[in-house]
């Protein structure tokens, strides 16, 4: 939540210069306030018993995480290993149906679609999601998103056996399928985050907040295992690996639906008082809620008072152009580092790199554990040593490996093995930087540098703002690849730290 003085048409005073030093120096505004709680009284509104982890309340946050970042970070990495596998079934087709062989551009560019467009399903999900939470409910908007999930895995799944003879059905199906399993991560990214904070207890939703970021990246793992040639990887069941996102939507499908509706929703959007008091008491594990429902009522008229805006008058409203810059820098700078590049060629890099084919593909598996190493320690560090701080520390490891990542290429071309494992090191390091603090910050930034009128649209536009950039980088990241080779990973984090150094200065 920003400076309130951030709506009106003055110019900058004191406070928001504090604010903004308060910032720069690695504390957001939640943080600072949280500081000024310990030595202010206790608001008699807020719940005065601490949160605790009952049963509902875990068995809905783990349906949720399992569930639908899940489906988000499979579908992300399920592409990469088995990579050279459908290309070559790709080839296979078009060389029975057109008599001819396929040319390796042409490859390249439908391979390139095939990959890119699970963005332009993310930007339609993600546009939509918050019209559909509202309609039907966070809960049931998370369970029909699971039939969207299962029709594109069931897509992906059979464009293999349908599309057999036919290269154009092949590639229309695989594209279609990705977009399918695109709009699932869209409403995804959207309402699950909000489920999990609404069913949370106040003081826990900062850390159950997080697990988001963490269930993304341990499907991205498990996807990358599975890739390997010795399990799902192969000639024989590449279809059955895309066809696994199926897996953590049937089991959102069968767990979510005996959890309780958010308590939020059913008070504030539904007006049903008597359906949120049961939701709280199952989930806070006790028969007396009446300081929950208080503090709800409270914080929707809070939130009512302040004027709601819309994407275009934050666009036009000149007092919120530098946190709008900020965040929007931060959601470029993001994709332009080329971690999503990595997450979906990585294998074609580590190719280039002089790696064989097994080795990219248990390369590849080690870019996630890099990421899933590094991110479990900062869920924790966040708000202990502040955004900033870990900013500079990842954003300067990723730039420093990138260097090495360069260096150890072309050292690779003398002949020594040394010099490729060592390159192969300084990749994981990159991966792992990222999660300490590119990855996760610029979302949690955009949520900290606007208040709560003009925070929707900013998360909205932040959103579409991120997914346009991963459909760019998605389509354009091999033909660059091929002009600027081994300074390909160094030009993208050159470019993350410029535009992040940047927007923090």
Same mark, same amino acid.
């Given at each position: 939540m920003s400076d309130p003085k951030i709506n009106e048409q003055t110019p900058k005073d004191d406070t928001e210069t504090q604010e903004n030093e308060r910032f720069l120096n690695g504390k957001s505004e939640f943080e600072h306030d949280s500081e000024l709680e310990k030595t202010l009284p206790a608001d008699p509104d807020k719940p005065s018993q601490p949160g605790k982890m009952t049963f509902w309340l875990s068995l809905a946050v783990m349906a949720t995480v399992l569930g639908s970042p899940a489906q988000f970070g499979y579908n992300m990495g399920v592409i990469n290993a088995p990579e050279s596998t459908i290309r070559a079934f790709y080839k296979r087709v078009y060389?029975?149906?057109a008599g001819k062989e396929l040319l390796d551009s042409d490859l390249n560019f439908i391979w390139s679609a095939?990959?890119?467009?699970?963005a332009v399903g993310g930007m339609i999900g993600s546009a939509s999601a918050g019209f559909f939470a509202n309609l039907l409910g966070r809960k049931k908007a998370l369970l029909c998103n699971n039939a969207i999930a299962v029709l594109g895995g069931v897509i992906m799944f059979s464009a293999r056996y349908v599309g057999d003879s036919s290269y154009s059905l092949l590639a229309t199906l695989m594209i279609i399928g990705r977009i399918v399993v695109g709009v699932n991560a869209g409403v995804n990214t959207i309402v699950a985050p909000m489920y999990v904070s609404e069913i949370a207890p106040l003081d826990l939703r900062g850390n159950l907040g997080t697990l988001f970021q963490f269930g993304v990246v341990l499907a991205l793992f498990f996807a990358q295992i599975l890739g390997l040639p010795m399990l799902l990887g192969n000639e024989t069941y590449w279809n059955y690996l895309l066809g696994l996102t199926v897996v953590p939507a049937m089991f959102q499908l069968v767990v979510l639906t005996i959890c309780p509706e958010s308590p939020r929703f059913e008070l504030i959007n539904k007006n049903n008082k008597d359906a949120a008091i049961a939701g709280l008491k199952k989930l806070r594990g006790r028969s007396d809620v009446t300081e929950d429902i208080s503090f709800l009522e409270k914080e929707h008229k809070m939130e009512s008072a302040e004027k709601k805006f819309t994407v275009m008058e934050l666009l036009t409203d000149f007092t919120l152009? @530098?946190?709008?810059?900020?965040?929007?820098?931060l959601q470029v700078a993001q994709q332009l580092s080329g971690i999503n590049a990595v997450n979906f060629y990585s294998t074609t890099i580590f190719k280039q790199a002089e790696l064989s084919e097994q080795s990219s593909r248990f390369a590849t598996v080690g870019t996630g554990g890099s990421q899933l190493l590094m991110i479990m320690p900062t869920i924790f560090l966040m708000d202990r040593v502040g955004r900033r701080t870990l900013m500079l520390f990842g954003t300067g490891g990723m730039c420093v490996c990138s260097g090495l990542v360069v260096l150890f290429t072309l050292l690779t071309k003398t002949g020594s093995s040394i010099f490729m494992w060592l390159n192969l090191a300084s990749v994981f390091g990159i991966m792992g930087s990222f999660s300490v603090a590119p990855g996760p910050v610029p979302?949690?930034?955009?949520? @900290?540098?606007?208040?709560?009128?003009p925070r929707a649209a900013a998360m909205s536009l932040a959103g579409a703002t991120n997914w346009i950039m991963t459909f760019l980088v998605g389509l354009a990241f091999e033909s660059v690849l091929h002009v600027l080779g081994d300074y390909t990973l160094f030009w993208c984090s050159w470019c993350w730290t410029t535009s992040s150094g940047c927007s923090s200065s």
């Open positions: 060389l029975a149906d095939t990959v890119s467009v699970y152009r @530098e946190p709008l810059v900020i965040a929007l820098t979302w949690l930034i955009t949520a @900290e540098l606007f208040s709560q009128g």
